[in-house]
């Protein structure tokens, strides 16, 4: 969970571990159904998950997920998403831990999805390392040192950073191999500043909590005993679209 504090300076709370390694491009889609849930308590959700069918497990130490997300100066990533447009890629960068004056690498991602069915193409990049004070400026001197391809480079300069986010994830896998589950809470949104930012704009939506199931394959192979058992209803939920419009209200 993020707070501003008196001296408008950022506080976080962290349980940061170490990051598997990414390597760029990651190919392959794989179908996602996402829950926003809102009615139950996460030991609750957790509880769900552990007796259902395929017989999930803890599979990874569970970390605080940093994102800055990308869109046109115009918002378009934004509008096509409120409008339920199938084909869209949103780009982000992430890094784990630490919110600010993290020194884990940092993570460029094309998050790509048709329908249902998603992908990432990611590319490891040195530590962003966010201090208050923050302007476009020094973002623009980030992208001067990274080791990106050109016409990656192009696309980061026709965007803005549009808003901060930052949850606590756990995750699990199912017996077999083939389904995980990701368990997000404690969403935070923050505002990022064009010039002298200091990160102390916060929104928090801290009763809900985002679960999303994963698999890879065709849409025919999804177990519909584990779908029946879990008493989840898919949503549209965006994590980006919900902080832009907490940020501007």
């Known amino acids: 969970m993020i707070v501003a504090s008196e001296d408008n300076k950022v ?4 349980a940061s571990t170490s990051e598997k ?3 760029e491009p990651r190919q392959g889609y ?4 996402k829950y926003h849930v809102q009615d139950l308590p996460e030991i609750e959700i957790e509880m769900w998950i552990k007796r259902s069918p395929a017989l999930f497990f803890e599979c990874f130490p569970p970390r605080f997920i940093n994102n800055i997300y990308f869109d046109t100066p115009d918002l378009s990533n ?6 339920g447009q199938a084909a869209r890629t949103k780009i982000r960068l992430r890094w784990y831990g630490e919110f600010l004056q993290s020194q884990e690498k940092t993570t ?3 998050k790509i999805k048709s329908g249902m069915v998603g992908t990432k193409n990611s590319y490891k990049l040195p530590p962003l390392n966010l201090t208050p004070g923050f302007s476009y400026h020094d973002l623009d001197t980030y992208w001067e040192k990274c080791d990106i391809p050109e ?18 994830r756990k995750y699990y896998l199912s017996a077999d191999g083939m389904y995980r589950i990701t368990i997000d809470t404690g969403l935070s949104f923050i505002a990022i500043d064009r010039f002298d930012c200091q990160f102390n704009r916060i929104r928090n939506l801290e009763e809900s909590v985002v679960v999303e199931l994963k698999y890879s394959g065709d849409i025919s192979t999804l177990d519909e005993r584990l779908v029946n058992f879990l008493p989840f209803r ?5 994590k980006y679209v919900t902080g832009v419009d907490l940020l501007s209200a």
Request: charged share 30%; with cysteine; proline share 2%.
């Open 11 to 14: 506080s976080v709370s962290d």
């Open 21 to 23: 390694e990414i390597h």
């Open 30 to 33: 794989r179908f996602e159904r």
């Open 78 to 83: 934004y509008h096509e998403n409120l409008s």
């Open 108 to 110: 460029l991602e094309y």
């Open 151 to 168: 016409n990656v480079r192009h696309d980061v300069r026709l965007v803005l950073p549009a808003m901060c986010n930052r949850y606590h």
């Open 234 to 238: 898919v949503t549209r939920m965006s």
